[in-house]
């Protein structure tokens, strides 16, 4: 069992919580641990986004709360009635992400009033509260997120698979139902790429010079999952057409299958010239080659097309494969370009913070 990061300050931040309610002297310091369970998120960004929406939810609440214990009391009806109206509200104003951490604060509010009810609900306020300012602080922090890190090795492990899945294919050495599996699960790992994507970019930068580098990679990064994406898709057009593959003439089988192994060497250079692994003047004969396959495969198609015997289905077959091919290697094209003018201009500005890979 791995113990993320998020775990460890999610425990903390419950601690830290109930520990500094505790020393004010709060009646009910479990309600700021609860709150502070709700509150914690993957980057400090939505960590503070939540924050505020949770302000906004816990004002909801709470104003709520106070008036149905004014004018009906606190039955049970009562209680269900006020969680039903604030869930309302919070749908309506969007942040229905909220909701659990309001209906904590009305149901804190609502279920033991006491005579002095204003003070008591201030209180409860102020002590939910109390857990969504402990879990900012922690986030803040402690364990601060390395999205560049964690992007760039998810990138090179995704892409490392897919290239091996489309090596076995083009060698006819992979089972159908496998395969097939394999596409589910790279696609999910996609989506999940494409949120870490999203965590990386929503962290601020709070200088222009690293707000301007933080751009750059920005970039570099999207042309990689772009890339990444463009791989899987070709994996997945030998899958679905694996029969007509098999019916293409044994000279435009070779060539396909040798630009794509050109194609996945020049993609796995491509990862490690980011981190600066291996030389930027490298991967130039690699593009070369790809770029003559490029040539040859249109001219043998359009011999394959000139063949009036030839049935439509390999026909198609053999377009699809060969436009992938084609958009496969001018998006590693585009992102080697990225990458060269990334690492000659600016050296200083542009720098990459990959870290050594967390081991499981």
């Known amino acids: 069992m791995k113990l993320g990061a998020r775990i460890l300050k999610t425990g903390i931040a419950i601690a830290l919580a109930i520990y500094l309610a ?9 309600f700021a641990g609860i ?8 980057s400090i960004y939505r960590t503070y986004q939540t924050m505020l929406e949770q302000i906004q939810a816990n004002f909801i609440g709470a104003f709520f709360a106070i008036i149905f214990v004014w004018t009906l009391g606190n039955d049970p009806i009562v209680i269900g009635l006020t969680a039903i109206i604030v869930i309302s509200i919070n749908l309506r104003l969007k942040i229905e992400s909220t909701i659990p951490i309001a209906l904590v604060t009305v149901i804190a509010i609502m279920e033991s009033p006491t005579d002095d009810f204003i003070i008591y609900g201030l209180t409860r306020f102020g002590t ?10 922690v986030n803040l922090i402690f364990i601060p997120p390395k999205y560049e890190t964690k992007l760039y090795y998810k990138i090179q492990d995704n892409t490392k698979d897919i290239i091996q899945w489309i090596r076995v ?24 790429l494409e949120n870490l994507y ?12 690293k707000l301007y580098t933080k751009g750059r990679k920005l970039v570099l990064f999207r042309q990689m999952l772009l890339s990444t994406n463009r791989a899987l898709e070709i994996l997945r057009k030998l899958h679905r057409h694996e029969n007509e593959w098999l019916h293409l003439p044994d000279t435009l089988q070779s060539l396909i299958k040798d630009s794509l192994d050109s194609l996945l060497v020049y993609h796995e250079q491509m990862i490690f010239k980011y981190a600066g692994k291996i030389r930027s003047q490298s991967t130039s004969e690699v593009m070369i080659d790809s770029s003559e396959y490029k040539k040859c495969l249109t001219a043998e198609y359009m011999k394959l097309y000139e063949q009036t015997e030839q049935n439509d289905e390999q026909l198609l077959t053999a377009f699809s494969l060969i436009a992938g091919i084609i958009d496969y290697y001018d998006q590693l094209k585009h992102l080697d370009k990225l990458i060269d003018s ?17 081991e499981n």
């Open 128 to 137: 939910i509260m109390l857990g969504v300012g402990a879990s900012f602080i």
């Open 169 to 192: 294919s083009t060698r006819h050495a992979s089972e159908y139902t496998v395969i097939k599996e394999e596409l589910v699960r790279l696609k999910e790992s996609l989506m999940k």
């Open 35 to 42: 709150a502070a369970t709700f509150a914690i998120q993957p």
């Open 342 to 358: 990334f690492q000659t201009y600016h050296k200083t500005e542009n720098e990459v913070h990959i870290h050594q890979k967390e």
């Open 22 to 30: 505790t020393i004010i002297g709060v009646q009910s310091p479990v």
């Open 198 to 209: 999203l965590l990386y970019k929503e962290e601020r930068m709070y200088s222009r010079k």
